[in-house]
């Protein structure tokens, strides 16, 4: 229902990313949209919503260009919700998400018992209905994002663009939000088009990455063809730290100063594993080539070199630095 046709984004000459001939997102589907600071995140998003004249191609929505959309008729179809702290002072909680029904109430704004009733459901659907009575001053950051959040779905829209809402959240607060955006976008057929720089968590959960690499490209595809392509660790690789095809996160990449071979693949040796590349161990495949011989013995206890046995990573780390 969104198709995104020859889109080139950026600003006057300075162009940010070209996009293939023909991308389309379908309703229901969560995008994330990935990218280090700078490559257009914010850019691209504003372009679909129709702020922002693309520098070549075309955003249409069922049909009609962004671009053409009037204000009211944008916003029934359109919800934006940005991580930028809303100058609204002392407002409510209900007055706030009930302002999300304005594209339907017409010029004198008066709610109707259904607009009150969407609002109020919105309020729900993001887990906030005890927040209904407070001020939005009074909100602490993940609070406030979920009535924002609220707001949008009350506008009832077609498409959801989020900016880096969960940037100031803790990762409960994180995965919450994020659980229920894909529970939204999947029950309610809203598409929505989320940037964000949590990675990991976007590759958990996105049914589509879009990746903003730098050089003008850009890159969708399921998480997991994005990461087998290389395409993350083009994006986001740097000296000291490389995205891991084989853990599915980042990990530091310090020079190996010693190679152990480690048998094994229960939670926690995948977990000493963690601890050993932490501390500069290289984890060797071949024993012969290892400096270093890790058994498991049960589950949580390691035989180290055939002789002392760690009941613990601590102790374990203790043996091979000794040795
Ligand atoms: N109005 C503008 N005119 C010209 N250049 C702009 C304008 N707004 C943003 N830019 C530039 O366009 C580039 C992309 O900005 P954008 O905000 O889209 O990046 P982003 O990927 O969202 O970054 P971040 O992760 O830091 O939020 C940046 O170099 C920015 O300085």
Known sequence: MLILDELQIGYGRKLLATLPPRVRVEAGEFVCLLGRNGQGKSTL????????????????????????????ERARRIAVVLTERP?????????????????????A??????????????LEQVGGAHLAARTVDSLSDGERQRVMIARALAQQPDVM????????????????????LRRIAAEQGVAIILSSHDL????QTADRLWLLPGEGRFIDG???DVALSGAIGTAFD??????????????????????????????????????????????????????????????????????REAGTIAKALDLLATH
Not at 109 to 122: F, N, P, Q
Not at 271 to 285: I, P
Request: proline share 4%; net charge negative; charged share 25%.
């Open 45 to 72: 998003l504003r372009t679909l919503g129709g702020f922002l004249a693309p520098i070549a191609g075309e955003v249409t929505l069922h049909d009609s260009p962004v671009r053409s959309l009037r204000g009211v």
């Open 87 to 107: 100058q609204v002072g002392a407002l409510g909680v209900t007055d706030l998400v009930e302002m999300g029904r304005q594209p339907y109430t017409g010029w």
């Open 109 to 122: 704004g008066v709610l109707t018992e259904k607009d009150r009733r969407i609002a109020a459901t919105a």
């Open 161 to 180: 663009l989020l900016d880096e809402i969960t940037a100031f959240l803790d990762l409960p607060s994180r995965v919450t939000i994020i659980d229920t």
């Open 200 to 203: 990991e968590l976007s590759l």
């Open 222 to 224: 399921t998480p997991e």
């Open 238 to 307: 740097q000296e000291n730290l490389m995205f891991s095809l084989d853990s599915g996160r980042f990990e530091s990449s310090m020079a190996a100063h010693r190679s152990v071979y480690l048998e094994g693949d229960d939670v926690a040796t995948l977990w000493l594993a963690r601890a050993l590349r932490r501390r500069g161990y290289g984890l060797s495949t071949q024993p012969a080539e290892a400096a270093h011989r890790i058994t498991p013995v049960s589950s949580g206890r390691w035989r180290i070199d055939g002789a």
